[in-house]
């Protein structure tokens, strides 16, 4: 009984999240040390991963539609990390670009300029689709999924050394970028 409130129970809204941000980060870290990372950037990775969907935890607003609270999550994601002090650079650059498509192509958040989401977004993006394909219980849907995102390689996922290059390449400044976006 004392041990009750640590059970986790994945029909709970708020112990879905936190069992799909943890799912993802662990996805996340098995990818990016196939990537070669290490040290604190793997770890800075790992708690982006964990974090990515933080939007989430804000609420939505009086008669907002699910598809519009789904596409609104990445900047207030980033706009809530990025008003904490502790929380890495990298934190708010996944949560605001871990939906961008590889190949430009609209998404979510809406960008004045297509551009291509910077490499740890990718790499939490792959994490991510996976873990929501998972996730669904039916793992033959999830591989015939899978194979068909495989068909589509270079359009919303990218899986090459490019990956393991920017992974390494010190992340812009997205405070700036994900608090106008607000």
Request: hydrophobic share 45%; net charge negative; proline share 8%.
């Amino acid at each position: 009984a004392a041990l009750d409130p640590l059970r986790l129970d994945v029909t709970d809204t708020d112990d879905r999240a936190f069992v799909h941000g943890l799912a993802v980060a662990l996805g996340t870290l098995r990818l990016a040390r196939a990537l070669g990372l290490r040290g604190e950037p793997l770890d800075e990775l790992a708690l982006a991963a964990f974090v990515h969907d933080f939007g989430y935890l804000e609420p939505p607003l009086a008669g907002e539609a699910p598809a519009d609270r789904r596409q609104r999550h990445p900047s207030r994601g980033a706009a809530r990390l990025a008003s904490l002090e502790a929380v890495p650079d990298v934190a708010v650059l996944v949560a605001y670009e871990h939906h961008l498509r590889f190949d430009g192509a609209p998404n979510y958040p809406l960008l004045a300029e297509s551009r291509l989401p910077h490499a740890a977004a990718r790499v939490v993006a792959v994490a991510d689709t996976w873990e929501t394909l998972r996730s669904r219980g039916n793992l033959a849907e999830a591989e015939d999924l899978l194979e068909r995102r495989r068909a589509k390689a270079g359009l919303r996922l990218q899986g090459d050394d490019h990956v393991t290059r920017e992974v390494h390449r010190p992340h812009p400044p997205p405070r700036a970028r994900a608090a106008a976006s607000g």
